[in-house]
């Protein structure tokens, strides 16, 4: 028994988490040629995680960018929320795999 409570100890301790924003107001966006297709997005939020990875100061998460209809309606929903000043909750892939040190969009959601 005391073997299956330090693995299972030893897994929690190991395991990270997305990074999240609720209740955010999307600050900034940014899109550069010189750095490929993706979208920057900078959110405030009170009570906002990030996941290890996550080492910029200047942006929250990136989104990259491609011809899905999913992806479209991503970019809409955070031009249409930065626009609007209305808050979002933005979810993190819990990797930076798309831009080093800024975590992957995964998700938004429209408050």
Not at 60 to 88: C, D, G, K, R
Request: aromatic share 8%; net charge neutral; glycine share 2%.
């Amino acid at each position: 028994m005391k073997f299956y409570s330090c693995l299972l100890f030893l897994l929690a301790a190991s395991t990270t988490w997305a990074g999240e924003a609720p209740n955010a107001r999307i600050e900034r966006v940014m899109l550069d040629t010189s750095l490929g297709n993706k979208l920057f997005i900078k959110a405030v939020s009170s009570s906002q995680t990030n996941t290890s990875c996550q080492q910029n100061a200047v942006w929250n998460f990136v989104l990259p960018l491609n011809t899905s209809s999913v992806n479209e309606a991503m970019v809409s929903y955070i031009l249409t929320a930065h626009a609007t000043n209305t808050q979002v909750t933005l979810i993190g892939a819990d990797n930076c795999s798309t831009f080093s040190a800024i975590e992957t969009l995964k998700r938004i959601e429209i408050n």
